[in-house]
């Protein structure tokens, strides 16, 4: 015969997640009434424009929000249903503008870039994100900061150059934005923000460059100034998370569960209720 055993400790974690939720429903419902209703927005909208965009940081707010906010599950599950919803429902309403392969990868990448703007904004939760960064000491030049780490940048480079000829002879629709991520942090990681802000730019303006030759819609000024500056925020916004985890020296530290933290109640009911426990 086997036995469960429920500790006391387990037993509170989920007594503080469940009084969490409670205490912050009114953040909850904000979030997935403004994800359900960029859902609509984007898939009930008649204008064949609106395929050509990308909502993704739209779709990143709530999840970023409740991660900065709330906790980490939350954010997680937010995350997952905005990479998987949207992918899902174009490709059920238009499958010639987006086959199953395309969304099935479309599914993934959203789903690694959602989770690893969650992770971040979870690994600063506890950090005064607004202060302004430790500036202290001398600044390198760029030229002293390319001489010592030139094979990093140089690796990056042609890394970047590979993914553009990837994106050049795939299709259009094909979302690439983690590959395209990955030298802003890892530029940001090794060398400093001005590097990974720099990548951040290049790579946000090289990608709907280079779909503007691949489909028409695409070189439309308005569609190709959107989508890049949509990809500009995303990038800038992990540069600057990642920026100040480096700083902050916590990418690799010792993370406590979320059930694990310290909570605070309001009332003396809701701490006897975890004490009776």
């Not at 590979?162 to 299709?171: F, K, L, N, P």
């Not at 691949?214 to 925020?233: G, K, P, Q, S």
Request: charged content about 15%; hydrophobic content about 55%.
């Amino acid at each position: 015969m086997t036995f469960i055993n429920w500790s006391p400790a387990a037993s509170s974690c989920w007594a503080a997640s469940r009084f969490r939720t409670r205490a912050h429903w009114k953040l909850i419902l904000a979030n997935i009434l403004w994800l359900a209703g960029m859902i609509g927005f984007q898939f009930y909208s008649n204008l064949r424009t609106v395929l050509h965009l990308s909502f993704i940081p739209f779709y990143l707010v709530p999840c970023v929000w409740l991660a900065m906010k709330l906790d980490r599950r939350w954010a997680a599950s937010i995350a997952t249903v905005a990479a998987i919803a949207p992918p899902l429902m174009r490709h059920l309403q238009s499958p010639d503008f987006l086959p199953l392969e395309v969304m099935l990868w479309n599914v993934v990448m959203r789903f690694i870039l959602f989770q690893i703007v969650v992770v971040l904004a979870d690994r600063i939760r506890r950090h005064n994100f607004f202060s302004p960064a430790d500036q202290s000491g001398k600044i390198p030049s760029p030229k002293g900061t390319f001489e010592k780490h030139w094979a990093v940048i140089l690796a990056t480079g042609l890394y970047f150059a590979g993914v553009v000829e990837i994106d050049i002879i795939t299709s259009p629709q094909l979302n690439l934005l983690p590959l395209y991520l990955l030298p802003c942090i890892v530029l940001t990681l090794v060398v400093d923000r001005r590097w990974g802000a720099a990548a951040a730019v290049i790579t946000a303006v090289t990608g709907p460059f280079t779909m503007r030759w691949e489909d028409a819609y695409y070189r439309h000024f308005t569609v190709e100034f959107w989508n890049t500056m949509a990809r500009l925020v995303i990038f800038q916004l992990v540069v600057l998370l990642v920026d100040r985890i480096r700083r902050a020296d916590v990418l690799f530290s010792s993370h406590k569960p979320e059930g694990s933290l310290d909570v605070h109640f309001s009332s003396t009911s809701d701490t006897e209720f975890l004490a009776a426990k």
